[in-house]
């Protein structure tokens, strides 16, 4: 992360409001307008979750921290293509380190992937309150992905869980790529209209 991550003197007079915030969707926004500030307490408040996640992909520490450092790094250059309105910020983030760390276990040849279902986890061992709450999102997302279509769920599970990007997508089930994409908003739609409190 080196200069990326830990530069934030320039920034403390424009963004230091910044370093309260917590939203993931914000700190992306905020980045996505040049914040460094923002990528920082971006990186404070999701680091340990997203190394997790490509722990449990790569199986090796050193290479998801690999993982970890080239995906915000490439957070940073392209945040300024999020769209809350095509998914949340922790999905989008999730998305990133997937697919960097699928990449990583392609160039290294060989793919080992977890059937863990609490696959996204901190590699840490959560407290009881946060196991609960992680439990009830995981049941109620289920819950949702269940009401799509087989198509709808799997072109979203290729694209949030797998890492695989809209064109990989259409090419993997021989789609046209606007097709794959109008499935994919429509699930996510859908998805966020069920998950709404």
Not at 88 to 95: I, N, V, Y
């Amino acid at each position: 992360m080196g200069a990326v991550v830990s530069d934030t003197v320039a920034d403390r007079g424009t963004d230091g409001r910044v370093t309260a915030l917590s939203s993931a969707a914000t700190l992306v926004e905020a980045i996505g307008r040049g914040s460094r500030i923002a990528l920082k307490r971006l990186y404070d408040l999701e680091s340990k979750r997203l190394y997790g996640i490509a722990l449990r992909i790569v199986r090796r520490p050193e290479v998801a921290a690999d993982v970890l450092q080239e995906a915000f790094i490439q957070i940073w250059q392209n945040a300024r293509s999020y769209s809350p309105e095509r998914g949340a910020a922790q999905a989008w983030l999730t998305g990133i380190v997937r697919f960097r760390a699928l990449d990583a276990v392609r160039k290294t040849g060989r793919e080992v992937l977890s059937g863990d279902p609490a696959l996204g986890d901190a590699a840490e061992e959560p407290d009881v309150i946060e196991r609960i709450g992680a439990e009830a999102e995981a049941s109620a997302l289920r819950r949702c992905l269940g009401l799509l279509d087989d198509i709808q769920r799997r072109l979203v599970v290729l694209a949030f869980v797998d890492g695989y990007s809209h064109s990989e997508i259409a090419e993997r089930i021989a789609e046209p790529l606007g097709t794959v994409k109008s499935r994919i908003r429509r699930g996510l739609a859908a998805l966020k209209t069920c998950l709404a409190p």
